[in-house]
């Protein structure tokens, strides 16, 4: 009789637990879910997550709340949300920048890969390498030609250092073997500004920015950095296709929660945000931004991040580019 008792108290124990909040996905969520954007409001990042938060609030019933923490290069987002309860009322909108911290920061407060679960990618955004028309080139190759007879002669301008505007024309450089010397800007303004005036020659940068500008014929775009060319811009090819293959770039915005998440939480967060994504008139939104809709596996993310980590690594360090948080 104690046996059976003791096994019925356990089995009582047992199902209280399967039914809980945080082991069981069927209640979830069960209270209002936070969601950690680690950058400021009106940043590519944030309009991502609005554009998502609004569908899951419907969807789950619950309001997704939107929590804009910039700052540091999006380490003070991050780090509030590697610390969070890991129960699926916190989740994140990261990118790319989460994966290359560790090779431009001495001390990082959190690591990309172990404390954090990957729930998905949620939107990728191909960079545009475009140039000053007064550039004698009208192709990558012919870039190229210009960067290697003339060393140093071609700048290129990005928001600054370490972001992934460097990062992609870094990247350039080492594939195709050239000099082009980097000037970094505080602001979006500046940089169009002074490429448009021919104060620099090149930039790798979004789409939204420079698109007005390459339709009126004051920038001449020459390739698209992913893998794969842009519905925005079909003509142009990738920067593979025109001089440097294997070459390719690109910012992603990724949804992540804390490491310990229930494995069925993940899974019901990455149903939800895929279905989401697969919606027509969201991805004709994030198109019009500029981004492409992904909505992958929580494995398959995981694979992204550290497959780029491994990337930039050695572009980072080849360009000496060091960061203080």
């Known amino acids: ?76 987002g991050t780090e509030l949300l590697a610390k969070a309860e890991p129960d699926g009322h916190t989740i994140g909108m990261c990118a790319t920048a989460l994966v290359l911290g560790p090779s431009l920061y001495r001390d990082l407060p959190y690591d990309p890969i172990r404390d954090f679960a ?107 950095t992913t893998g794969h060319r842009s519905a925005a811009l079909p003509g142009v090819p990738t920067v593979a296709e025109a001089g440097v293959p294997g070459y390719e770039a690109s910012v992603w915005f990724g949804i992540l929660a804390p490491a310990k998440t229930p494995p069925d939480v993940v899974r019901r967060l990455n149903a939800e945000v895929v279905r989401v994504l697969s919606n027509a008139d969201i991805r004709t939104q994030l198109a019009n931004q500029g981004a492409e809709a992904v909505g992958n596996s929580p494995a398959q993310f995981a694979q992204v991040m550290r497959q780029d980590m491994k990337k930039y690594v050695d572009v980072i360090h080849a360009a000496k580019i060091a960061l203080e948080q």
Do not use: C
């Open 118 to 224: 990957p729930v998905t990618l949620a939107v990728s955004l191909p960079f545009l390498l475009v140039v000053h028309p007064g550039i004698p080139a009208n192709d990558v190759k012919g870039l190229i030609r210009i960067a290697a007879e003339q060393p140093g002669s071609l700048r290129y301008a990005s928001i600054g250092a370490g972001t992934m505007q460097q990062i992609a024309a870094e990247l350039f450089k080492t594939m195709a073997g050239v000099d082009i010397l980097h000037v970094p800007y505080k602001a979006t303004g500046q940089y169009i500004g002074d490429l448009l005036g021919g104060r620099v020659s090149m930039m790798f940068t979004g789409m939204p920015p420079v698109l007005p500008h390459v339709n009126a014929g004051k920038l001449r775009a020459l390739a698209v």
């Open 1 to 76: 009789m104690r046996l059976a008792s003791a096994a019925t108290v356990l089995g009582l124990a047992a199902a209280s637990l399967a039914w809980s909040p945080v082991f069981s996905a069927e209640r979830y969520p069960s209270k209002p879910v936070r969601f950690i954007v680690t950058f400021a409001p009106g940043s590519g990042a944030d309009i991502v997550a609005r554009l998502l938060g609004q569908r899951l609030s419907e969807s789950f019933g619950q309001q997704v709340i939107i929590d804009n923490r910039a700052g540091a290069g999006g380490n003070i």
